[in-house]
């Protein structure tokens, strides 16, 4: 496969690229880029290229999308997600030197230090009356945003004697409160509170400026703000007029509304320091980048989950291992459901019920729809794009959640701490279902299939027969398969009542082929014969 790499990445991530793969390192034009995007499989990018709904739509052979950094507000991920692309980033892997970035304009701009740099040693001015700054000790920080970044400012505020107060309406209490910080419970509660003011949010539609003019005037004259997010969250011409005016005593830009940026009327700004977009530019924390979007684009190549990915439902951390153990088992009961019962579905549901239930379940969900719809439409599908494909198909996609067990069954009894996966489809041809579990060993079970108990392993390769109860009926299905030399390697059985309508399934060691399967259904005079061959993640 053929990676493009738009912008500079560290030399390990590009060793471990061209470990596996062929790697062009080139930096293009919009122009270049459209030109030449239907080459790649991959995409690696940093801040400046722009991967629009266009590029995306050239870029037939993509499969995924590496941002080497934290934000990723110049890939278009809503047509990532459309198209099945897959957008990775590295969040974590410049949080210490951003965070070191962000205090060192805090100190700059408290202290003048660049001015009195420039007036010194450019100028040969002694000039120390002019430069006269102030202390950080015994002022208030506010913080916008207390993930890893902001956590890591807090901890360096706090050394320097500073109180902290931030705002950020997804984080508990009991976080702040372990990093010595104050919660407020809004932006304009916290804006007049501070002496300096740090940006740490992601930048989305809505925090897109987030401080503009308004919030400005909310904030002490003598008030310093630093932005090391990304631009254009302040407002770039109000800031300039507010510090313009007195109105704001001084500003540390590392990020722009439009990058690079060298010409702007805050440049000319004697209480303004900048810097090139340089957060991340520490020599460990570009290793880590390219090490780690490396991995994730690998991972992504190789048609494995990549966890981590931007455009895939989150897990936390304490769920991440319970639900990626049942990924496999989801996209099984979807691909079995699709094959031994097929024709149009109006609706899927997916039941979980025992421990998984308590975990955020969406990833599953998205894998469940993957096995079901890939019978259909091939490769095509995955994790990502399986919800909009099934939105396309008129599929309604529900979830339901239980802590205990529906009943199973006359013999069907689970423990409490069991997790299931009911998959239920329903359209023309009726009402359909599958309920699975993992085994303590990691190995799946069907433990019901449309209301009947059963206990079986799900092979590779199976026939799934539904017909009325009768003597004989295995012996000929047996004698058929023989007749083809194809090996029966188990057999399970389901009736809800004597002379009544039977499931049967057949575990065979190869796949049936199609024109046996029609002699089956024409010779034995059954209801109807499914060929199934599942996706069997890992094997019982």
């Known amino acids: 496969m053929k990676i493009l790499v738009t912008e500079a990445i560290s030399e390990t991530g590009i060793s471990l690229l061209r470990d596996e793969h062929e790697v062009d390192v080139r930096k293009v034009t919009p122009e270049e880029l459209l030109e030449i995007i239907p080459e790649y499989d991959a995409l690696i990018t940093r801040s400046e290229t722009k991967v629009t709904a266009e590029v995306l739509a050239r870029g037939t052979r993509l499969k995924v999308v590496g941002r080497a950094g934290v934000g990723v507000d110049n890939i278009d991920v809503a047509a990532a997600t459309e198209r099945g692309v897959v957008v990775v980033n590295v969040p974590g892997a410049n949080t210490y030197s951003t965070a070191e970035h962000a205090f060192g304009l805090l100190i ?14 450019r100028e040969g001015r002694w000039d120390r009356k002019s430069f006269v700054g102030t202390e950080l000790h015994g002022k208030t920080l506010g913080i916008i945003g207390l993930g890893r970044i902001g956590s890591e400012v807090a901890v360096r505020a706090r050394a320097f004697g500073m109180r902290v107060l931030a705002y950020d309406p997804y984080v508990p209490h009991s976080r702040a409160e372990h990093l010595g910080v104050t919660l407020v419970p809004s932006l304009r509660g916290l804006l007049p509170e501070v002496d300096f003011l740090t940006i740490h949010a992601a930048k989305t ?3 897109a400026q987030l401080i503009g003019a308004a919030e400005l005037a909310l904030m002490k004259p003598t008030a310093r703000i630093v932005n090391c997010a990304r631009g254009g969250m302040v407002d770039e011409e109000a800031l300039y007029r507010a510090l313009k005016e007195g109105r704001l005593a001084g500003a540390a830009l ?25 957060s991340a ?6 290793d880590a980048n390219g090490r780690y979007i490396a991995q994730y684009v690998l991972r992504a190549l190789r048609g494995e989950l990549v966890p981590e990915a931007v455009n895939l439902p989150q897990i936390p951390r304490d769920g991440v291992q319970v639900v990626t ?11 079995f459901l699709a094959q031994a019962f097929p024709g149009h ?10 421990e998984l239930a308590k975990h955020p379940t969406a990833l599953l969900t998205n894998t469940v729809l993957k096995g079901y719809l890939a019978t259909q439409l091939g490769e095509h599908v995955n994790y990502i794009n399986a919800p909009a494909l099934a939105r396309r198909r008129g599929i309604a996609v529900n979830e339901s959640k239980s802590l205990t067990h529906a009943p199973l069954g ?25 309920t699975g579990m993992l085994r303590r060993d990691g190995g799946m079970r069907f433990v019901a299939v449309d209301g009947l108990h059963i206990d079986m392993a799900p092979s590779r390769h199976m026939l799934v027969s539904q017909h009325r109860d009768q003597p004989g009926m ?8 023989a007749a083809r030399d194809i090996n029966i390697a188990g057999l399970h059985l389901g009736r809800h009542q004597p002379r009544g309508m039977a499931l049967m399934l057949l575990q065979i060691d190869e796949p049936a082929p199609p024109d046996l399967v029609a002699e089956l259904r024409e010779a034995m005079a059954v209801d109807t014969v499914q060929a199934v061959t599942l996706p069997l993640g890992r094997q019982p």
């Not at 060298?262 to 090139?276: A, E």
């Open 205 to 207: 539609p809505e925090s």
């Open 108 to 121: 700059a701009v408290a202290r003048n230090i660049p001015q009195a740099h420039h007036a010194l040693a």
């Open 410 to 434: 006359e013999n069907g009894t689970l423990s409490p701490a069991s997790s299931l996966i009911t998959v239920r489809s329903e359209g023309p041809q009726g009402a359909h279902e599958v």
């Open 474 to 481: 295995v012996g000929r299905f047996g004698m058929a398969l």
């Open 281 to 286: 530019s520490t020599a460990e924390a570009q």
């Open 345 to 354: 579905a109006d609706r899927i549901t997916v039941a979980y019920s025992g």
């Open 254 to 278: 590392d990020v722009f509304a439009a990058e690079p940026c060298t010409d702007s009327p805050l440049f000319g700004l004697p209480n303004v320091v900048v810097t090139p977009h340089l």
């Open 325 to 335: 153990d049942h990924l496999p088992l989801a996209e099984t009961l979807g691909s």
